[in-house]
């Protein structure tokens, strides 16, 4: 069916003109001065590591289909809580912009070969990646209610993302959408290695 997979295209491209809008900082914006819902569900959404990462859980679900379709976008926000308590706690995780941006590029590739794992294989990938996503913001979260809120919002985002990706990557289940979702995964990986190469 053209009809849907010029449809694909021109969102994957629309996606990859908004990323490179968003992208003028390309290395982790860092740390928000404020928190809240909005603060948190705003912050995915305001620079490319994560919410290249989120979409790419998503269209990797979508592409391992079977148990990970609902697997890797429950695994990754429940890893990045994890994460996020961890810094929370003050434990010490070494390479945490190189993990993020490692997670864009090798999400990319995953996308770009549609590598295909078991459900635990692949769940163990995306958990490692969460725990940096999550981890980057927990340290610098002030403790109280709106730290509180501010993660449910980052959650939130976190999981409209992973469905957007799961969307498109479902949607793109014809042949010819299929193989715009793997050229989409080069570009993920492409701007996953430019961060790398910043973040290294
Ligand atoms: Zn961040």
């Avoid at 990462?53 to 809580?81: C, D, H, I, T, Y």
């Amino acid at each position: 069916m053209p009809h849907l997979s010029v449809k694909t295209c021109g969102r994957l491209s629309a996606l990859a003109v908004a990323a490179l809008g968003i992208g003028s900082a390309l290395a982790h914006p860092g740390h928000p001065d404020a928190f809240g819902f909005n603060d948190g569900f705003a912050h995915p959404f305001s620079g490319l590591d994560h919410l290249l990462a989120m979409l790419a859980v998503g269209l990797w679900a979508a592409q391992n289909k079977r148990s990970a379709l609902w697997l890797l976008p429950l695994v990754f926000p429940l890893m990045m809580v994890a994460g996020a308590l961890l810094a929370f706690a003050g434990v010490a995780l070494p390479g945490v912009e190189t993990g993020i941006a490692a997670s864009v590029a090798v999400l990319g590739l995953l996308i770009a070969f549609a590598i295909r794992m078991p459900a635990w294989a692949s769940a163990a990938v995306v958990s490692v990646f969460a725990v940096f996503h999550g981890y980057a913001h927990g340290s610098e979260l002030p403790h109280g209610a709106s730290a509180l809120w501010y993660g449910v919002g980052f959650v939130a985002a976190t999981a409209l993302l992973h469905l957007s990706g799961l969307a498109i990557g479902l949607v793109a289940g014809q042949k010819m959408a299929a193989q715009a979702v793997r050229v989409g995964g080069i570009a993920i990986a492409a701007i996953g290695g430019y961060l790398l190469s910043g973040a290294l």
